[in-house]
């Protein structure tokens, strides 16, 4: 399609990276029904461009939490899926955007913990994942063998408060990564909520060494926010915040945040 704020990345036979504004989403093609990952927050139609590129339809957009960069875009869809904790804050758009050119009268259909979306002939597995938002859930399809973990399985925003919600905690990071390294033999790649390709599944582990290691003691450096950030970032008391490397795995997170009491 010409002329659209969308672009797109053909991933695997069945599997699309799709550009758009806010965050990155993914298309899933099933032999049934199509299914958008995430919708950004463009105020084009991302349905109708994802639907040009497959045949079966595409009426139902899952969000992997929900802040408003991933969820602003459902209302092209008929039917979301998204946690009990997204649904509270998934329909409020950003203060900066404008609020009258977002559908928010989509149906939506909560899912936690071992709920199946069943595309047909492909499958996706629901994983609660709370740390950078109280709403995160990981999706996990075990025939192309991908884990999407939307923000949580990311560099330098995963532990960053990006709206009122409670700090989280770098323990409930840790807690989030080992459970989904018990499923480490279902999925070799992991398509994450601002990604431009797949990242190698071996960076789980690596998060979760680093977490450990926070927990330890390890050293960090004062971490100071981008003066030109984005416009709803929130950020409130930066004078605890402290960013650690790790080997390729970058966390910012708050020191009276480390391990849950
Ligand atoms: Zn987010």
């Given amino acids: ?103 928010t009268d989509y149906i939506v259909t909560v899912v936690g913990d071992g709920d199946i979306i069943d595309l047909g002939g492909r499958m996706l597995e629901v994983f609660e994942i709370p740390a950078h938002a109280p709403s995160s859930i990981a999706l996990l399809d075990r025939s192309e063998r ?35 390294l018990r499923h480490r033999n279902a999925f070799d790649k992991i398509c994450w909520g601002h990604g431009d390709g797949f990242l190698d599944a071996d960076i789980v582990g690596r998060f979760l060494e680093h977490d450990h290691l926070i927990m330890a003691g390890k050293e960090s450096e004062p971490w100071v926010p981008a003066p030109d950030g984005p416009a709803d970032f929130h950020m409130p008391q930066p004078e605890f915040k402290r960013i650690s490397k790790y080997l390729d795995t970058n966390l910012v997170f708050d020191l009276r945040y480390i391990r849950i009491p």
């Fill in 1 to 103: 399609m010409e002329g659209t704020v969308f672009n797109s990345q053909k991933l695997t036979s069945n599997t699309w990276l799709i550009f758009s504004e806010g965050c990155t989403s993914y298309l899933l093609q099933g032999q049934k029904a199509a299914l958008m990952i995430d919708s950004g927050f463009s105020t084009e139609n991302i349905q109708e461009y994802a639907q040009s590129l497959v045949d079966q339809p595409l009426t139902m957009v899952v969000n992997t939490h929900g802040h408003f960069d991933h969820t602003g875009g459902n209302g092209w869809f008929q039917h979301a899926y998204m946690s009990a904790k997204a649904l509270e804050i998934a329909k409020v758009p950003y203060p900066s955007l404008d609020a009258k050119k977002y559908r």
């Fill in 146 to 180: 991908i884990l999407f973990t939307g923000d949580e399985v990311a560099n330098f925003i995963v532990l960053v408060w990006m709206q009122n919600e409670p700090q989280p905690y770098v323990e409930q990071h840790a807690r989030n990564m080992e459970k989904l």
